[in-house]
T-cell receptor, first 116, second 114 residues
Framework: GAGVSQSPSNKVTEKGKDVELRCDPISGHTALYWYRQRLGQGLEFLIYFQGNSAPDKSGLPSDRFSAERTGESVSTLTIQRTQQEDSAVYLC??????????????FGPGTRLLVL | AQSVTQLDSHVSVSEGTPVLLRCNYSSSYSPSLFWYVQHPNKGLQLLLKYTSAATLVKGINGFEAEFKKSETSFHLTKPSAHMSDAAEYFCVVSYSSNTGKLIFGQGTTLQVKP
């Protein structure tokens, strides 16, 4: 079956521009997660969705970052007025549910964002 | 603060020799523990996970890890390294039953020499 997909795979943008990153989770997975991986660092948790709801947005780095999810499927992560420090790989993951901390998260290939 | 520490940023082994990648986690209550692998230009793949059943967990590709509560460790091992094992390995911990938040270690790069 299809795994988690993300688009675009690579994005180069100029400082100050807005970007939108897309994630398609595995069909039937109600939970969706966004992470950021800066060069040479581990993954940083950004936000999660249970269904279409994101109860805790405190992991987002700044108010330039926002995320939404519609129809318990596709999610978009939007970065407004991009800065060079936003350059990173943005990873999306999904799991069957969020009710168990033992749930396995399945990761997409990521979107590599470079802000010039 | 909840955290996970991978003790080696880089490990180099010869093909056919054992692999040991070390991981320690901060102790609050029993977490779920995972090892993920990331090959170049590929997504993260789950190797194995510990969820309070057996303390010795077997994963894919011959890897296994042992949960040792007294040492707050979850080291990853493999008896014999293959060239295809060369990748970045992440030890991951989950404490929250409400958010599914995963806390990642900094990663260990495994190099396998012929």
């Amino acid at each position: 079956g299809a795994g988690v997909s993300q688009s675009p795979s690579n994005k180069v943008t100029e400082k100050g521009k807005d970007v939108e990153l897309r994630c398609d989770p595995i069909s039937g997975h109600t939970a969706l997660y966004w992470y950021r991986q800066r060069l040479g660092q581990g993954l940083e948790f950004l936000i999660y969705f249970q269904g279409n709801s994101a109860p805790d947005k405190s992991g987002l780095p700044s108010d330039r970052f926002s995320a939404e999810r519609t129809g318990e499927s596709v999610s978009t992560l939007t970065i407004q007025r991009t800065q060079q420090e936003d350059s990173a790989v943005y990873l999306c993951a999904s799991s069957f549910s969020i009710s168990g901390w033992q749930e396995t998260q399945y990761f997409g290939p990521g979107t590599r964002l470079l802000v010039l | 603060a909840q955290s996970v520490t991978q003790l080696d940023s880089h490990v180099s082994v010869s093909e056919g020799t054992p692999v040991l990648l070390r991981c320690n986690y901060s102790s609050s209550y029993s977490p779920s523990l995972f090892w993920y692998v990331q090959h170049p230009n590929k997504g993260l793949q789950l190797l194995l996970k510990y969820t309070s059943a057996a303390t010795l967990v077997k994963g894919i590709n011959g890897f296994e890890a042992e949960f040792k509560k007294s040492e707050t460790s979850f080291h990853l091992t493999k008896p014999s390294a293959h060239m295809s094992d060369a990748a970045e390995y992440f030890c991951v911990v989950s404490y929250s039953s409400n958010t599914g938040k995963l806390i990642f270690g900094q990663g260990t790069t495994l190099q396998v020499k012929p």
